[in-house]
């Protein structure tokens, strides 16, 4: 098994395993026939973030990301499918599906048929995935105002920091193996944001929020 076939199992593995973040609040939800306190955007987000990198894949014709991602798009599918059964607020959610299912479409009806050369559909895809990935990447950040503010990282998801950070070197030797840009910068922005958020959790560890309720 040469390099690339060796990363590409490792980033279908643990990118894969990375999606079981939103078992437990699923499991919440079907437990509590409920969706109260529990967000909907990281689902929503999630479905439409991976539809576009299979979208992507697909026109590379990359093996990985397709794989990686069709798995991804059901997942999250069914996340959004099981918010919206149980919602509190139906009208509000199903608004929210509603959106991310026109913003879908508009972007398939704009790139097949005003772009229409593949070439350029697979470079403004590949811009539009990086703009994503980038973000949801760089999002967790914002956290650590509250966490300079508190003193405590009580509030950073460590298992996911470092989830984050493993998958995000990953997909970083993929992408520089591939010779990717759309998949080596997010990946970097996902190393980057993981490696600061722990930087802060050694400089303000989670004990002292316990320490100071007491």
Partial sequence: MG???????FCIVVTVASFSAGIPPCRQILQNRSTRDIPFMPFINGAIINISILWYGYLKE?????VVNTIGSIIHVAYVL??????????????KTLLG?????ILYIYLQMIVVERAAIVQRLGMLTLVLL??????????????????????VA?????AML?????????????NDVYILIPSISGMV?????????VIYPPKKSAEKTE
């Fill in 62 to 66: 990359d093996f990985t990301v397709i």
């Fill in 166 to 178: 493993v998958t995000s070197i990953l997909w970083l030797l993929y992408g520089f193996v591939v």
């Fill in 158 to 162: 460590l298992p996911f920091t470092i």
């Fill in 134 to 155: 980038m973000h949801g990447n760089l999002s967790p950040l914002l956290a650590l105002i509250d966490v300079v503010k508190t003193k405590s990282s009580h509030g």
């Fill in 101 to 105: 299912t026109a913003i879908l479409s």
């Fill in 3 to 9: 390099l690339v076939e060796c990363l590409s199992l």
């Fill in 193 to 201: 944001s993981s490696m600061i958020q722990l930087v802060f959790v």
């Fill in 82 to 95: 099981i918010y919206n059964v149980y919602s509190h607020q139906k009208t509000n959610t199903l608004k």
